[in-house]
């Protein structure tokens, strides 16, 4: 089984950006494809992101393309989120999360998570 560790959170202002590391360990990381789901105050967990094993293809919500980007690197068992222009409204608990089966958008085929790391952007 893979752990999973986060890292990276803090609080910013709007318009700022920050970068948030997964780092994994035991099962080869290369070998699974890899999610980013947050859970702001008061509300559930919502797909953010994901990226193939190989790291070709990634999927986005519409309410961070074009300002968020998942990537990885299989040498370093690490993955990223690379969170551009912020805003209140991402306010979240952030988690990684890998999939066996392959690249998806539902929580539910995601079989380990991280502890996760707080994202605070202030207006």
């Known amino acids: 089984q893979v752990q999973l560790v986060e890292s990276g959170g803090g609080l910013v202002q709007a318009g700022d950006s920050l970068r948030l590391s997964c780092a994994a360990s035991?099962?080869?990381?290369?070998?699974?494809?890899m999610g980013w789901f947050r859970q702001p105050p008061g509300k559930g967990r919502e797909f953010v992101a994901a990226i193939s094993r190989s790291g070709a293809s990634a999927y986005y919500a519409d309410s961070v393309k074009g300002r968020f980007t998942i990537s990885r690197n299989n040498a370093q068992n690490t993955g990223y989120l690379q969170m551009k222009s912020l805003k209140p409204e991402d306010t979240a608990i952030y988690y990684c999360?890998?999939?066996?089966?392959?690249?998806?958008?539902?929580?539910?085929?995601?079989?380990?998570w991280g502890q996760g790391t707080q994202v605070t952007v202030s207006s």
């Open positions: 035991g099962q080869t990381f290369s070998s699974l494809a």
């Open positions: 999360a890998v999939n066996a089966r392959g690249t998806s958008v539902r929580d539910g085929d995601y079989f380990a």
